[in-house]
């Protein structure tokens, strides 16, 4: 995402002017790794639910150690050593090494983290697994994609005039943040049957390297930023182009689905179905030598 960001809004290439609001968006955003519309398009897509969830478990760990950290590095450190002019120039306001950033981060994934690890801790100590697995979570597992389509309301809500005046911004923005996903999905998508996993673990790791965390990604520029910031606006554009995207590349999975030939590996497992018979398998039984 660092070099889409160079590419369209450094004013390196021709006939396409520094936007050092973009250049941020895309840094915000290429920093913050998916956890939750990857589930929606993994499960859309037929994939492994376990797998994902332990990708998202890791996702939500690593950003609230290191996002303020990457934000900080590919907006202000990288691009000098690279012989870019600071792509926060004039945007005085941007500190990512405050408590502002770090905050944000606490508040929209460490409070749900902790609270998801005690009332789980909780639950199965109280109740029992059976009960935590078969009435609590399918209780509230609806409520995410409640939750999601809320945020996604609000966003627009606060930016629906600023993404009416400006259609070219957003297709400006669409360009870069269309390529980032289309690309991660089948270079990931490719990996993963290049190691020949089996269908519903390509599926989950090709979702979780195409997605991002839009919610992460603008609740961190409208708390450095402001609501009314290009930043902010850059961010709410995001999801506009990512829903329909990883739609299409549902689309995209469940044809290689058919496709493809998975070897019959099952879920989790990769595909040794062309590997030589082992000693025991090719020595000859006893009836045969009789």
Known sequence: ??????????????????????????????????????????????????????????????????????????????????GLETPVAGIKTFNVTSIQVPQAIAILLGIPFVGGVLTRYVGTRAKGEEWYDETLVPTVDPLTLVALL????????????????????????????????????????????????????????????????????IAAAVVVFGVGSGVAFTTVVGPLIEVPVLLALVSVALYFQRKFDWGGATTGQLNTSSAPPSAEEDRPTDQATR
């Open 150 to 217: 809320s945020t996604v309301v609000v966003m627009f809500a606060t930016q629906a005039k600023n993404i009416v005046a400006a259609p070219s911004d957003v297709l400006l923005i669409a360009v870069p943040l269309t390529i980032y996903f289309v690309v991660m999905f089948f270079v990931s998508f490719g990996m993963g049957k290049g190691i020949t996993a089996d269908y519903s673990t390509t599926t989950a790791i090709g979702f979780t390297a195409a997605s991002d965390n839009f919610e992460l990604a």
């Open 1 to 82: 995402m660092f070099g889409l960001a160079v590419v369209f809004f450094s004013g390196l290439v021709p006939g396409l002017p520094a936007r050092p609001e973009f250049f941020l968006r895309l840094v915000f955003i290429g920093m913050a790794r998916c956890i939750a519309m990857m589930l929606v398009w993994n499960e859309l897509a037929e994939g492994s639910t376990e797998y994902v969830t332990g990708l998202v478990a890791f996702n939500s760990l690593f950003q609230i150690i290191t996002y303020g950290v990457h934000v900080w590095f590919f907006g202000l450190v990288l691009p000098p050593l690279l």
